[in-house]
């Protein structure tokens, strides 16, 4: 369960003041998802605030951000019709595709509470990563896709994370065995990162252009106060 400070919930509060009607307050946004071409959407389709976030699961300042963010951005921006957030996956290893496959693994709906898991327990499997000898690291990077894909799972215990959620080993296994889908993954990494020239994750997009130089909840949370303003001016 996540702990929130009392600043946190300050910040937040202070936040929920300052909106006006949203646009879909007829709607809870937060528990629409949507697979799109290029990865998962939460929210409003139609959100004045299409926002996407290019993500590597081995990004610690990935999962700062989903922690920093998940309060406000979730509640406040895309429960209430403001934004929606397209979730895309940057690949920059072996175990990114691992992680992907894993958090697209079940029904579409499932995939925001799996990025979460992923990305609230990045701390302890990337310590078992950097736990394990050279010759377990080995077995990552030979043989089938299948094996190496199981093999890291294993490693780093993604079985153990899941099965909270109710998966099995055996469904997981199929998930991972995937190879279509890991060439779609990793392709359409490499198409996204071209299209928006990403250098870096966390990065984002809003509204088809590249917010150059935002990559923390801070700088992002400016740039959607500021677009939210600019919305309620134009509504006077």
Known sequence: ????????????????????????????WNGTVEETAQGFRLGDP?????????????????AHFEEESEAELRYLYIHEGYAALEVRHLIRNIADVAA?????????????????????????????ARELAPSQQARWNSGTLASRMR?????????????????????????LSDEARADQIVAASGANA???????????????????????WPQLSQVLLSERENMSTSTE
């Not at 093999?151 to 998930?175: H, K, N, W």
């Open 100 to 128: 992907a496959l894993v958090t697209e693994c079940g029904e579409t709906d499932q995939f925001f509470v799996n990025h979460r898991i992923m990305m609230h327990e990045q701390g302890n499997w990337l310590a078992r």
């Open 194 to 216: 071209a299209e928006f020239n990403v250098q870096g994750t966390p990065s984002f997009v809003l509204n088809g252009t590249l917010l150059d130089g935002v990559h923390s």
């Open 46 to 62: 139609d959100a004045p605030l299409q926002l996407i976030e290019f993500v590597s699961y081995t990004c610690p300042h990935c």
């Open 1 to 28: 369960m996540t702990s929130w400070t009392l600043s946190g919930f300050a910040l937040v509060a202070a936040s929920a003041l300052a909106f006006t009607a949203a646009p879909g307050a007829a709607q809870h």
């Open 151 to 175: 093999a890291i799972a294993s490693d780093l215990e993604f079985y153990e994370m899941m099965e909270p959620q109710g998966y099995t080993v055996a469904e997981l296994d199929r998930c």
